[in-house]
């Protein structure tokens, strides 16, 4: 069975310095990721959303 016949949705969560140029913002931001990403920065905050969507 397809994992789309499963209610289910997508999120992404993008953390930006507050220093961060206005045009680096929005969709923008994306451009980034190759230099400021944080890998187990990134399994912490999605293995506590996980957790919070699922006590909801």
């Known amino acids: 069975?397809?994992?789309?016949?499963?209610p289910h949705f997508h999120v992404l969560l993008a953390a930006r310095a507050?220093?961060?140029?206005?045009?680096?913002?929005?969709?923008?931001?994306?451009?980034?990721r190759a230099d400021r990403r944080d890998l187990g920065a990134s399994l912490i905050v999605a293995s506590e959303v996980r957790a919070a969507l699922g006590a909801a």
């Open 1 to 6: 069975m397809s994992a789309y016949a499963f």
């Open 18 to 32: 507050p220093d961060l140029a206005p045009e680096l913002r929005g969709p923008a931001i994306l451009a980034l």
